[in-house]
């Protein structure tokens, strides 16, 4: 099974950008990146492509967030911008799903998650 | 964006007891539904996909059914390791959505 390795958390200012990164046991053939805020519920924000870089973005976070791969190390990246406190969450990786349509499956691999503090 | 509501959202139980969690989703998603466990700290976990089917490695003492918009979830005879969050998630759409989650605790 593919193992999802995240990078460490991070500690930002308002206004500011975070880089979240998701190293891959293996070739990605797509991710999934969620948050979950403390003591909340999960919440889906977007899918990439691992071979050809397809994005499907959640609406709320269009404009705001940008997800990367490359390939040669089996790295995923999402970068999210114009961060506020409410942006405070653990950020996780998964994998499984096709990012549109329906898909009988789930996120069957996740990463560790990375915490994001967002404060002044 | 697709609704899914969980209930209850918490529940005390006891080693070897059965217990149910239902999930309903705010339209039509055929049998699209899956479940996660999530313990303190760690990540989420697949359980169940399309519905019914178990995931690799979960014990065969986890079940779930349903279809078009109500879905539950059974843990047959509880163990220690169960106390956890569950949550249901559609993948009939996107963006993909999960319940409010379900906590598990020790009675």
């Known amino acids: 099974q593919v193992q999802l390795v995240q990078s460490g958390g991070e500690v930002k200012k308002p206004g500011a950008s975070v880089k979240v990164s998701c190293k891959a046991s293996g070739s990605i053939s797509g991710i999934s990146w969620l948050r979950q805020a403390p003591g909340q519920g999960l919440e889906w924000m977007g899918w990439i492509s691992g071979p050809n870089g397809k994005t499907n973005y959640a609406q709320k976070f269009q404009g705001r967030v940008t997800m990367t791969t490359d390939t040669s190390t089996s790295t995923a990246y999402m970068d999210l911008r114009s961060l506020r406190s409410d942006d405070t969450a653990t950020y996780y990786c998964?994998?499984?799903?096709?990012?549109?349509?329906?898909?009988?499956?789930?996120?069957?691999?996740w990463g560790q998650g990375t915490l994001v503090t967002v404060s002044s | 964006d697709i609704q899914m509501t969980q209930s209850p959202s918490s529940l005390h139980a006891s080693v070897g007891d059965s217990v149910t969690i239902t999930c309903r989703a705010s339209q039509y998603i055929n049998n699209y539904l899956n479940w996660y466990q999530q313990r303190p700290g760690k990540a989420p976990k697949l359980l169940i996909y399309a519905a019914s089917s178990i995931h690799t490695g979960v014990p065969s003492r986890f079940s779930g059914g349903g279809s078009r918009t109500d879905f539950y979830l059974t843990i047959s005879s509880l163990q220690p390791e169960d106390f956890a969050t569950y949550y249901c998630?559609?993948?009939?759409?996107?963006?993909?959505?999960f319940g409010g989650g379900t906590k598990v605790e020790i009675k």
């Open positions: 998630q559609q993948s009939y759409e996107t963006p993909r959505t």
């Open positions: 998964a994998r499984g799903d096709y990012g549109s349509g329906s898909y009988y499956g789930g996120f069957d691999s």
